[in-house]
C-alpha cells in the first residue's frame, strides 16, 4: 500500500498581498505543491516564479467554480477592502467545486474561545464557519494571534508605538504580556502542514479538521517591545516619551472615536480589549503547535527590525 501523501494543489486567494504573499513564498520553498493564485482580471500584483495565475470574476461564480475545480485546499487571504460578501462567494464556489479544505479569512483568532464571539467581529468569524460547515467543506483555521511587525509599524492605534516620533501609550502598566506572530513563522506553519500527509498517523493534516492550528512567535508586553527597540535603535527610555493609559478608558475612546468617523478607532478598541483579555488570562492557548510542525524560535529583535524597516521605508498596508 502506498503511503499517504499530501495534498499536492493548492489555490491562494490574496497571493500578492500580506500574508498571502508570505504563506505563498513558504509553500513554493517545499516544493510539493502546485500553486494557483485565484486573482482580477485588473490584479498588477506580481506573482512569484512557479505560481499558476488564473483570472476569476467574483461577480461571475462560474468563473470561481472553474478555477477551484481539482483544488484540494483553498487558502483565503482578502484585504480589509474586500467586499463583505467575497468570503462567502469563495466558499460556495469552493463547495461547488469539490474542494475538501479551506483555511478561512480570520488569521489570528481562536473560533473555539468563546469570548471571541462576544466582539462583532468575532460574530462576523462565526458566521464564517458555520456557513464552511453548512456547505460540507472542513476547514483548518490559522490561530497565531495578532501579527507583531504589522502591529508595531502600524502606528499608535495598535501597539501603542510611533516608532517615528519616539513615542509610545502603554496600556496600564505596559507589562501585560500577549500572544503575537510574525507573518514569516505564519507562512512557515502553513507550509508545514500542507506538508503533512492528509490522513494516517499523527501528524496528519487530518489531525487539524475543522479546527485551529495554534502557533505564536513570542509572548511580549509592551515593556518588552520598547526594549527590543532600544536595543535595535540604539535608543533609551530617555529618548522617547512614555506615557500610560487605562486599558478599559483606551477601549472606551476608541470606541468614541469610531463613532464620530475616526476609523483607527476600530484598532484602539479592539488592541486594548485584547490586553484586557490578555492580562485576564481569557486568550491562553488550549495547546502550542509549534513543536509538531517543527516551527522554528525566533528573534524579538529581528522581527523588531524589520518593523522598524517597514516604518522607515514609508510602508502603507493598503499598498498590497
Given at each position: 500500500?502506498a503511503p499517504?501523501?499530501?495534498?499536492?494543489?493548492?489555490?491562494?486567494?490574496?497571493a500578492?498581498?500580506?500574508?498571502?504573499?508570505?504563506?505563498?513564498?513558504?509553500?513554493?520553498?517545499?516544493?510539493k505543491?502546485?500553486?494557483?493564485a485565484?486573482?482580477?482580471?485588473?490584479?498588477?500584483g506580481v506573482?512569484?516564479?512557479g505560481?499558476?495565475?488564473?483570472?476569476v470574476d467574483?461577480?461571475d461564480?462560474?468563473?470561481?467554480v472553474?478555477?477551484?475545480?481539482?483544488?484540494?485546499?483553498?487558502?483565503i487571504?482578502?484585504?480589509?477592502?474586500?467586499?463583505?460578501?467575497t468570503h462567502s462567494?469563495?466558499v460556495q464556489?469552493a463547495?461547488?467545486a469539490?474542494?475538501?479544505?479551506?483555511?478561512?479569512n480570520n488569521?489570528?483568532s481562536?473560533?473555539?474561545n468563546p469570548?471571541?464571539?462576544?466582539d462583532?467581529y468575532g460574530?462576523?468569524?462565526?458566521?464564517?464557519?458555520?456557513?464552511?460547515e453548512?456547505?460540507?467543506v472542513?476547514?483548518?483555521?490559522?490561530?497565531?494571534?495578532?501579527?507583531?511587525e504589522?502591529?508595531l509599524?502600524l502606528?499608535?492605534?495598535?501597539?501603542?508605538?510611533?516608532i517615528?516620533?519616539?513615542?509610545?501609550?502603554?496600556f496600564?502598566?505596559?507589562k501585560?504580556?500577549?500572544?503575537?506572530?510574525?507573518?514569516?513563522?505564519?507562512?512557515r506553519?502553513?507550509?508545514?502542514l500542507?506538508?503533512l500527509?492528509?490522513?494516517g498517523?499523527?501528524?496528519?493534516?487530518a489531525d487539524?479538521?475543522?479546527?485551529?492550528?495554534y502557533?505564536?512567535?513570542?509572548?511580549?508586553?509592551?515593556?518588552?517591545?520598547?526594549d527590543s527597540?532600544?536595543?535595535v535603535?540604539?535608543?533609551?527610555d530617555?529618548?522617547?516619551?512614555?506615557s500610560?493609559?487605562?486599558a478599559?478608558?483606551?477601549?472606551?475612546?476608541g470606541?468614541?472615536?469610531l463613532?464620530?468617523?475616526?476609523?483607527?478607532?476600530?484598532?484602539?478598541?479592539?488592541y486594548?480589549?485584547?490586553?484586557?483579555?490578555s492580562k485576564?488570562?481569557e486568550l491562553d492557548?488550549?495547546?502550542?503547535?509549534n513543536?509538531v510542525?517543527?516551527?522554528?524560535?525566533?528573534?524579538l529583535?529581528e522581527?523588531?527590525?524589520r518593523?522598524?524597516e517597514?516604518?522607515?521605508?514609508?510602508?502603507?498596508?493598503l499598498d498590497?
Amino acid at each position: 500500500m502506498a503511503p499517504p501523501k499530501s495534498l499536492e494543489n493548492i489555490a491562494v486567494v490574496g497571493a500578492t498581498g500580506h500574508i498571502g504573499g508570505v504563506i505563498v513564498s513558504a509553500l513554493l520553498k517545499t516544493g510539493k505543491h502546485t500553486i494557483t493564485a485565484l486573482t482580477r482580471a485588473a490584479s498588477r500584483g506580481v506573482l512569484p516564479a512557479g505560481v499558476k495565475r488564473v483570472q476569476v470574476d467574483y461577480n461571475d461564480q462560474e468563473t470561481l467554480v472553474a478555477a477551484l475545480r481539482g483544488q484540494d485546499f483553498l487558502i483565503i487571504t482578502l484585504a480589509v477592502r474586500a467586499p463583505g460578501d467575497t468570503h462567502s462567494k469563495l466558499v460556495q464556489a469552493a463547495a461547488a467545486a469539490g474542494v475538501p479544505y479551506v483555511m478561512p479569512n480570520n488569521y489570528g483568532s481562536d473560533i473555539r474561545n468563546p469570548k471571541l464571539a462576544e466582539d462583532t467581529y468575532g460574530a462576523v468569524i462565526k458566521e464564517q464557519i458555520d456557513e464552511i460547515e453548512r456547505l460540507g467543506v472542513a476547514y483548518v483555521s490559522l490561530a497565531c494571534a495578532v501579527w507583531y511587525e504589522w502591529s508595531l509599524a502600524l502606528g499608535e492605534p495598535w501597539f501603542g508605538f510611533d516608532i517615528k516620533a519616539r513615542k509610545v501609550t502603554f496600556f496600564d502598566d505596559g507589562k501585560t504580556v500577549v500572544n503575537t506572530s510574525t507573518w514569516e513563522q505564519c507562512g512557515r506553519a502553513v507550509a508545514a502542514l500542507l506538508s503533512l500527509p492528509e490522513t494516517g498517523a499523527s501528524p496528519a493534516l487530518a489531525d487539524w479538521k475543522n479546527e485551529p492550528v495554534y502557533i505564536r512567535s513570542f509572548q511580549v508586553s509592551q515593556r518588552e517591545m520598547l526594549d527590543s527597540l532600544h536595543r535595535v535603535l540604539g535608543t533609551t527610555d530617555a529618548d522617547w516619551t512614555i506615557s500610560y493609559e487605562p486599558a478599559a478608558k483606551r477601549a472606551q475612546d476608541g470606541q468614541a472615536e469610531l463613532a464620530n468617523g475616526v476609523l483607527t478607532g476600530v484598532a484602539k478598541t479592539m488592541y486594548a480589549k485584547y490586553f484586557m483579555r490578555s492580562k485576564a488570562g481569557e486568550l491562553d492557548f488550549p495547546k502550542l503547535d509549534n513543536a509538531v510542525l517543527g516551527l522554528p524560535e525566533e528573534s524579538l529583535d529581528e522581527a523588531t527590525k524589520r518593523a522598524v524597516e517597514m516604518v522607515e521605508s514609508g510602508w502603507n498596508p493598503l499598498d498590497g
